[in-house]
């Protein structure tokens, strides 16, 4: 009996492994991830003063350095968004956006572990909404995702593998 | 594999960096590039918004004045101004409901940091003009002009 038992979970143990390196798996997290990059950096291009004042309410930069900041960070999420979705330097656009994962953890647990009563700005529809631990969930699964991408891209449904062949 | 990629990460930061500048530098509601201190109401006019060392001396000790020492709790205890407060930029959501609690929006406040390389007592200043105190000022020279002129230090907590 044991034995058996031992035998299912070595085998469900197995087909998660599988799943979450199966390459398939890692095309759905590359798009995902595009889409809500594409999606996050819009919403901050077309209300820059917003999320500058966003910026402004984590209380983690000086000020003088905010608009720098606010100028470039939407810019950075929108092509590494559109390149990981259409599959073009998807090497440098996954390590960009895993990078910008990290670093959006780490300001969204400092305020939510700080209690600052802010906004998140990380898109324009949730501006209303306060940071809770439900924000530093949400960004360590999109984190995981974006390191499962990382990992396990295999190029499928890429430019970058369209162009290799053509060359 | 991890050169090419490093590589493409360094061309995207560059590439989106240009896009970004351009874009702000046409665009209407564009941003400047860095948070002028001329765009801040503090600074409106410089004179008016801040105080020297020479006036300080006389007005410290007065009892209408608060003094909002900006930097963090370890180098307030190490030592600050006579009287003043620590109310640190990067804890002011925390705290400000505590030290600001029985200070009127009408009151004279001054702020100061290290000394002129830093921002942050500009950036309370800003902070305070935000959350309704009409009369505040930095002291520009700061903690380090302060402790150069051989003015009184108290150490501590406050």
Redesign the interface.
């Known amino acids: 009996m044991e034995g058996k038992w031992d035998a299912y979970k070595k085998g469900r143990g197995m087909m998660v492994k599988k799943f979450i390196a199966h390459p398939y798996t890692a095309l759905i997290g590359r798009i995902l991830l595009g889409a809500i990059f594409i999606y996050a950096g819009v919403s901050k291009i077309l209300e820059p003063d917003q999320f500058a004042q966003a910026v402004i309410n984590y209380r983690i930069m000086p000020l003088v350095s905010v608009n720098l900041f606010a100028i470039v960070l939407p810019w950075l999420e929108l092509v590494s968004g559109i390149f990981l979705l259409v599959g073009l330097f998807s090497g440098g656009s996954i390590v960009m956006v895993t990078v910008l994962m990290a670093l959006f953890l780490g300001a969204i647990g400092s305020t939510w572990l700080r209690g600052l009563d802010i906004t998140c700005g990380c898109f324009s529809a949730d501006g209303a909404h306060k940071i809770t631990l439900l924000y530093f969930i949400r960004d360590l699964l999109l984190f995981t995702l974006s390191l499962q991408v990382l990992f396990y891209d295999r190029g499928i449904l890429s430019l970058d593998r369209l162009l290799k062949r053509g060359g | 594999?991890l050169k090419?990629?490093?590589?493409?990460?360094?061309?995207?930061?560059l590439?989106?960096?240009i896009?970004?500048?351009v874009?702000?530098f046409f665009r209407s509601?564009?941003?400047?590039?860095?948070?002028?201190?001329l765009l801040?109401p503090l600074s409106e006019n410089k004179d008016s918004n801040t105080i020297s060392l020479q006036t300080l001396k006389g007005r410290y000790e007065q009892p209408g004045v608060v003094i909002l020492d900006a930097r963090s709790p370890e180098e307030f205890a190490e030592g600050h101004i006579p009287g003043a407060k620590n109310l640190p930029?990067?804890?002011?959501?925390?705290k400000a409901s505590v030290v600001l609690k029985d200070i009127p929006c009408d009151r004279e406040i001054i702020t100061y940091c290290e000394g002129l390389e830093c921002?942050?007592a500009?950036?309370l200043a800003?902070l305070l003009k935000e959350n309704g105190y009409a009369l505040v000022k930095v002291f520009e020279g700061g903690w380090e002009e302060w402790r150069e002129n051989g003015m009184p230090i108290k150490r501590g907590e406050g």
Do not use: V
């Open positions: 594999m090419r990629s490093i590589i493409e990460f360094i061309g995207i930061f590439f989106a960096t896009l970004a500048f874009t702000n509601d564009g941003l400047p590039l860095l948070r002028p201190k801040s930029y990067y804890e002011f959501s925390e921002s942050n500009e950036d800003f």
